[in-house]
């Protein structure tokens, strides 16, 4: 299985026979190196998204059109792409499980906000907010998507047991390094942490040294773009 770490909340995951890109923002995302674009879409037989903002889903619909490939995620905003744009979807909802190439993934709850930009530059209602237990070759990934800290943790790892996070942490618009550390030690017993939506602008957190200084007994891997994480 490889995570490999887009910039910002973009992930790519290859795990059973799935290439999931998850939240992926690859045009205009500072972190990302341009020339890069197609290593780090090559193969990729899903678009799995976590809410509507923009820096989640920029180059969802391009990419699935691209690739025709799904989109993947919560009902209301893949049911609206497909008739909007005509892209493959897989509309489902929270508590539902998909089998995406044999990787099952569940989608959770999160606590955050997802909307659309309308033609007139206001904000359009885009379905809930996700986040997602990713299982398959004997591991079970959780992702947080955009999220504070939350008491449904707890439901999360007593049903899920997921032994890899990839929390969101970069403050202002999510948890911060301090409630991320808050929610791992908490609610979750991973084995490895990796953080993002951090490092991409100056308002957000630039490292991940005090995740790593709460949790000694945790494997913090700090991403760095397009190297992939071997796990």
Aim: some cysteine; overall charge negative; charged content about 15%.
């Amino acid at each position: 299985m490889k995570i490999t770490w887009l910039g910002h909340s973009g992930f790519r995951i290859e795990i059973e026979g799935a290439v999931l890109l998850v939240d992926p923002w690859i045009t205009g995302n500072p972190v990302f190196p341009a020339a890069r674009r197609a290593e780090a879409i090559a193969g990729a037989t899903h678009v799995l998204l976590t809410h509507g903002h923009g820096d989640h889903t920029a180059d969802g619909v391009v990419l699935a059109k691209e690739l025709g490939i799904p989109l993947v995620g919560i009902y209301d905003l893949i049911a609206w792409w497909q008739a909007k744009e005509g892209v493959q979807g897989v509309g489902f909802n929270k508590g539902g499980t998909v089998d995406l190439n044999g990787a099952r993934v569940t989608m959770v709850n999160a606590c955050h906000s997802s909307s659309v930009t309308g033609a007139d530059g206001a904000p359009v209602y885009a379905g809930h907010e996700s986040g997602y237990m990713i299982a398959g070759e004997g591991h079970t990934i959780y992702v947080s998507g955009d999220t504070d800290v939350m008491a449904d943790m707890k439901v999360f790892n007593d049903l899920h047991a997921p032994d890899i996070g990839i929390l969101s942490a970069g403050g202002h618009f999510t948890m911060d390094m301090t409630r991320a550390a808050y929610a791992a030690k908490t609610f979750f017993r991973f084995k490895t942490l990796i953080p993002c939506h951090y490092r991409t602008f100056p308002l957000l957190e630039q490292n991940a040294d005090l995740l790593k200084a709460e949790l000694p007994g945790v494997a913090v891997i700090e991403p760095q773009v397009l190297e992939p994480i071997t796990l």
